[in-house]
């Protein structure tokens, strides 16, 4: 098809399939979500380009947190439609909801589970490291750096490994190394939760570490190579996007996308369970 013809140029991009129902699905929100995204900046008094800018983002957080979820957890599409709408959520209730972070984990995330079917080019581990440099330094999360690295070991390490990726770890982890030694930041900056907020996104992110862990079987299937995703990178992708969540949690206006992603998976396997094993009358 033709939109495949972007996997000559990469292997993290994967547009979306208009002939897809999920996918047209989505195709048909984004514009819904950047209309919300407008309105609500225009009822908050703001007009002019601010109003564009406002839309842009709520586009972006309706994509982003779907689209991490369907590659967090390929086998279930509705969980990823749940994500959107808390996404969306956090977007009214945040200012500034932490987008580069989601499409940063975003493009590891597919670094590693390989959902196209195809391992990453060079190019795509250029983008990915660009991506969480700009990440450490954007919002002040060095140990952003140690999730990137985790990455790129994951995926020089897994099944059919790419053992260039090894230098990328290697660079992500050394610039985490200098920003927090150029900015005096310590272990000791880890503090205990002080919210309620903060310690439900804990419990959530603990619940759905517990499912990566007891997860047997992956469905879901690459676009390109058609063959079933393999098991430990699908489950290595979910450690990644879990470790993102988990290192921002003491900024949750950094991280609130993730964790609400993450979230989505788990009240889809909440559902899922129920109706599987429903309470006896």
């Known amino acids: 098809m033709g939109y495949q013809q972007i996997y000559k140029y990469t292997s993290i991009g994967r547009p979306l399939e208009p002939e897809d129902s999920t996918q047209k699905a989505v195709l048909i929100l984004l514009p819904l979500a950047a209309l919300l995204g407008a309105v609500t900046a225009w009822r908050n008094g703001v007009a002019g380009m601010q109003v564009l800018q406002e839309a842009i983002s709520f586009l972006l957080v309706c994509y982003g947190s779907w689209a991490l979820t369907r590659e967090l957890f390929p086998d279930d599409k509705p969980a990823a439609f749940i994500s959107m709408a808390l996404a969306l959520l ?19 995330v597919r670094i590693v589970n390989r959902s196209s079917g ?50 990328f770890a290697l660079i992500c982890f050394g610039g985490m190394v200098v920003y ?11 503090q205990a939760p002080d919210s309620l907020l903060e310690w439900l996104s804990i419990a959530i992110l ?28 699908v489950k290595g992708g979910m450690a990644v ?10 900024d949750m206006e950094t991280v609130i996308i993730l964790v609400t992603s993450v979230a989505g998976i788990g009240i889809g396997m909440a559902f899922r369970k129920a109706f599987q094993a429903p309470a006896s009358v």
Request: glycine share 8%; net charge negative; charged share 15%.
């Open 118 to 167: 195809q391992p990453a080019l060079k190019s795509d581990s250029i983008i990915a490291m660009m991506l969480t440099f700009w990440v450490i330094y954007a919002t002040q999360s060095p140990f952003f750096g140690a999730v990137a690295a985790t990455a790129f070991i994951l995926d020089g390490t897994l099944k059919d490994p790419l053992r260039h990726q090894w230098m």
């Open 241 to 250: 996007g879990l470790f993102a969540a988990f290192q921002g949690l003491l």
């Open 90 to 108: 956090a977007a009214l209730a945040f200012d500034s909801p932490g987008i580069l972070i989601v499409f940063a984990t975003l493009a590891l």
């Open 180 to 190: 927090m030694v150029d900015h005096d930041v310590g272990l000791g900056s880890f």
């Open 206 to 233: 603990l619940l759905v570490s517990l499912d990566l862990i007891l997860l047997k079987e992956v469905c879901s299937r690459g676009d390109i190579s058609g063959t079933t995703l393999d098991l430990s990178r």
